[in-house]
């Protein structure tokens, strides 16, 4: 059975940093790539970031590309979220996702983590 | 980059009634790659659909996919209490990924 728990979510000042964890079970790891997808309270779903199984592709969305950085430790089948330079529009909750299928859609879901950014 | 549109914002239907609801892209999905999901309040989304037509693993036959190109739509065949949710579209075809503004399907 998949399961992905996120972990590191919380308040943060603007300019702050954080970040985010992203545990995972239940399926080889480093074969798949994976993603953060985050949901601004009361508002739709946005991709942020996407990562290889590998690790050797990044990719960003021009929101956060320059601030975030994802990347993955096959050793601890763990995802991360560094997020620098935080901003009042990323308060959100982050929400990783597994890419199982050959097509790259998201097929699990974690139950996400809530980032405020606030002074 | 690829905007979804969906229609209507919010569908008012009772339980038993068939749901349709409509996802338009503002340019082709690349190999139809396109996705619906099912979230319920204060829970993650839920996969029902990928590849425009394909069910996700334990989804119930009366969700169903159908289009291509530029128009994709979701059709619930006969509501049951628990399909009152918010579905939204997502295409992964194309850089970067992107996701419909979401449609509520709410009780009558």
């Known amino acids: 059975e998949v399961q992905l728990l996120e972990s590191g979510g919380g308040l943060v000042q603007p300019g702050g940093s954080l970040r985010l964890s992203c545990a995972a079970s239940g399926f080889t790891f480093s074969s798949y790539a994976m993603s953060w997808v985050r949901q601004a309270p009361g508002k739709g779903l946005e991709w942020v970031s996407a990562?290889?199984?590998?690790?050797?592709?990044?990719y960003h969305a021009d929101s956060v590309k320059g601030r975030f950085t994802i990347s993955r430790d096959k050793s601890k089948n763990t995802l991360y979220l560094q997020m620098n330079s935080l901003r009042a529009e990323d308060t959100a909750v982050y929400y990783c996702?597994?890419?199982?299928?050959?097509?790259?859609?998201?097929?699990?879901w974690g139950q996400g983590t809530l980032v405020t950014v606030s002074s | 980059e690829i905007v979804l549109t969906q229609s209507p914002a919010t569908l008012s239907l009772s339980p038993g009634e068939r749901a349709t609801l409509s996802c338009g892209a503002s340019?082709?999905?690349?190999?139809?790659?396109l996705a619906w999901y099912q979230q319920k309040p204060g829970l993650a989304p839920r996969l029902l659909i990928y590849d425009a037509s394909s069910r996700a693993t334990g989804i119930p036959d009366r969700f169903s996919g159908s289009g291509s190109g530029t128009d994709f739509t979701l059709t619930i065949g006969r509501l049951e209490p628990e399909d009152f949710a918010v579905y939204y579209c997502?295409?992964?075809?194309?850089?970067?990924?992107?996701f419909g503004q979401g449609t509520k399907v709410e009780i009558k």
């Open positions: 997502h295409q992964y075809g194309t850089s970067p990924l992107t």
């Open positions: 996702a597994t890419q199982l299928g050959i097509s790259h859609y998201f097929d699990y």
């Open positions: 990562i290889s199984g590998s690790g050797s592709n990044t």
């Open positions: 340019q082709s999905v690349s190999s139809n790659y």
